[in-house]
């Protein structure tokens, strides 16, 4: 399948959870070995009608919002490839991310201050949905938690300057 051609890079959510402890999954395994890259999701792990809507919006170079339940946002990527189906003719289920350039961040973006952000409601898609995996967030919420990751973060301004930088294609 070709690859689709688009101008503007999409943002999304994407959540990892502990909470089942069948498919444990921390964003910390893959920013402590990005080299591997990897492939995100599956039919075992993805089983959400609007992500997998979401999926099959995603395209190679969008950027990911690594976020751990109940703990924040982790980090950022960006996708290696376009959402598919894992399984030929089944959902959108599954995408790579690509190894580098990547951010870990070393102070989280908890939750509750994502929430108080300028427009959460309307910005970040997550806020209205009750289940899911993987949403959509608005340029401009991007843009705003762009500067709390920055605020919190200020050693690493310059590594998330040139992350954003990147031309990830």
Partial sequence: MPAKSRQTINYWWITASERNPKRRWRWQYFFDDPEQGYNWGGPKWIKSRASFARIEDMCKGDIIV???????VQGLAYLASDGYQYIEDGNYDTFDLKSRPTIWLDEPIPLRIIRGLPNAKRDFEFLRMLRGTVFRIHPKGFSELLKVVRA???????????????NAA
């Fill in 66 to 72: 690594a976020y751990q339940a109940e703990e924040g």
């Fill in 152 to 166: 919190l973060n200020p050693i690493q301004r310059k590594a998330i300057s040139k992350f954003m930088g990147r």
